[in-house]
């Protein structure tokens, strides 16, 4: 097995020098690093986590706790997973998973029993009872959502009240009578997660600004039959009066249940009314027929929570003007949108 000692006879310098160029706690010349990063290159070095940890007083680890809830979008919360794992190995950590069924017990652990050097937390409430002890704890927090009162930490999130608003801004444009929301299942609804509430909001304002004729509908879940009952009701009033009707679905699992159910009733989205999803682009891209869609951006949101977290782990300056930073969504569409007239 190679270890520091056959990098540093390779690199012509002490052991402690490889080790400080490894962990960066010392300054070190341009040159020397040279020669040890190509020692370490030519033998194929891969240092002991465990020692590294020791040397460095870090465990190396980002510790990401995920939504495991019923009615959670596994799907789509899987490209967060990917990216952020990804730019976690770019900077030499790993990962490990917690789910948010431990509540703030389960911080508090990941952070007093040094398992990890800092977390990111998804799925947060508009008041989740996580967020005060996230603030007390010694590692730097950076949360995927943003509560009512982030208390101090830094968060990232897609801008759903934007978000609404393009949906109907989009309907609107294209000369829609009358917008039909077919919102968030209703187990959803009581988890009372922030962007929900941020979605909703935005969808209602560019309504009430477009003096167009507006419902929320909540599905009792995500199946065929959630998706049936809530066309039911969003088609009721319809009858043949011949306007132009827009859906939007907010929630990914529920897109493809919508569609089918459109079709099986003979009204072909594009052709006898429009809708819009909330979703990833491959959600969009594979659905039945393609789905116009309002792109829920989850890598760019990843990216950014993470380039975020490592500034603040290094303690590096991190702009203060806010500590909330959104991305903005965007609209592609395909299908299943009526053309303007």
């Given amino acids: 097995m190679v270890t520091s000692r056959d990098v540093a006879r390779l690199a012509g310098v002490s052991q402690s020098t490889v080790s400080y160029v490894m962990s960066g706690r010392r300054s070190i010349s341009p040159e020397t690093r040279r020669r040890v990063e190509e020692a370490i290159d030519t033998l194929g ?12 007083q870090r465990s190396h680890v980002i510790g990401l706790v995920v939504p495991f809830a019923p009615g959670a979008d596994m799907t789509g919360v899987l490209p967060f997973i990917e990216t952020i794992t990804k730019c976690a190995r770019e900077e030499d950590h790993n990962v490990i998973l917690a789910t948010d069924d ?10 007093d029993q040094s398992l990890c050097d800092a977390i990111v937390l998804m799925e947060v409430g508009s008041k989740d009872p ?49 917008v039909v929301l077919l919102g968030y299942p209703r187990d959803v609804m009581a988890r009372d997660v922030n962007f929900v509430r ?41 009858g043949g009066s011949g306007g132009r009707l827009g859906l939007v679905v907010p929630d990914p699992q529920l897109i493809q249940p919508t569609l089918q159910s459109l079709l099986d009733r003979g009204l072909v989205p594009g052709r006898d009314l429009s809708v819009i999803g909330l979703c990833t682009d491959r959600t ?25 977290l490592f500034r603040l782990l290094n303690r590096e300056s991190v702009p203060t003007t806010s500590t909330v930073e959104l991305v903005t969504p965007r609209l592609t569409l395909r299908q299943t949108s009526l053309p303007a007239r």
Avoid: K, W
């Fill in 45 to 56: 070095f891969q240092p002991n986590a465990g020692a590294r940890a020791l040397a460095s």
């Fill in 102 to 111: 431990e509540g703030a017990e389960g911080l508090t652990r990941l952070s």
């Fill in 130 to 178: 996580r967020i005060p002890v996230a603030a007390g704890l010694s590692v730097p927090v950076i949360l995927i959502g943003v509560p009512d009162d982030p208390a101090g930490l830094y968060c990232v999130d897609l801008d759903y009240t934007l978000a609404g608003r393009m949906a109907v801004d989009e309907l609107a444009a294209s000369a829609h009578d009358r």
């Fill in 284 to 308: 969009a891209e594979t659905s039945t027929p393609p789905v116009t869609n309002l792109s829920l951006e989850p890598r760019d949101v990843s990216r950014r929570a993470m380039r975020i």
């Fill in 198 to 238: 941020r979605f909703l909001r935005g969808a209602e304002d560019a309504a009430g600004a477009h003096g167009i004729a507006y419902a929320e509908l909540s599905p009792p879940d995500t199946s065929r039959a959630g998706a049936e009952a809530a066309l039911d009701e969003a088609l009721a009033e319809r």
